[in-house]
């Protein structure tokens, strides 16, 4: 038997759309995974609190109002300064090309854009974490 994949699932910042941060949550959770669902309008210290204290595989992040370059940073800021490696960051929302580059080499493991078929990102999320 294998280990059922744990996601936490954040809205970071002032943000308030969060329907498809809802969609994906509950996608991962159709798909046998165990998802918690923070909210709208988290701080970086409270996303990775809570995702040490799950014990989640994956942080996914919903951004829709410009500010995904400073939060998604600061997670995974605050996660290399708790000494935490075995927790991987993904996001999704309004997210420009040209940011892309930027945030996948500060390690946030996938992007994906409004629309992105469901299914694409379930197994995004299991080749990530390596977990089935």
């Known amino acids: 038997m294998s280990k059922k994949i744990r996601v936490l699932i954040a809205k970071p910042g002032l943000?308030?759309?969060?329907?498809?941060?809802?969609?994906?949550?509950?996608?991962?959770?159709?798909?046998g995974m165990e998802v918690i669902y923070l909210g709208?309008?988290?701080?970086?210290?409270?996303i990775v609190n809570a995702a040490i204290q799950e014990d989640v595989d994956l942080i996914g992040l919903?951004?829709?109002?410009?500010?995904?370059?400073?939060?998604?940073?600061?997670?995974?800021?605050?996660?290399?300064?708790?000494g935490v490696d075995d927790i991987f960051v993904f996001g999704g929302g309004i997210i420009p090309e040209d940011d892309r580059e930027a945030l996948l080499g500060s390690?946030?493991?996938?992007?994906?854009p409004p629309g992105t078929d469901t299914g694409e990102i379930v197994e995004a999320v299991k080749s990530i974490t390596g977990l089935d």
Request: proline share 0%; charged share 25%.
């Open 62 to 82: 919903s951004s829709l109002a410009g500010a995904h370059n400073t939060h998604f940073k600061d997670v995974i800021d605050l996660l290399k300064a708790k």
């Open 107 to 112: 390690g946030v493991k996938a992007l994906f």
């Open 40 to 46: 709208l309008h988290q701080t970086a210290e409270s």
């Open 15 to 31: 943000d308030g759309h969060d329907r498809g941060a809802k969609v994906v949550a509950r996608a991962l959770r159709d798909a």
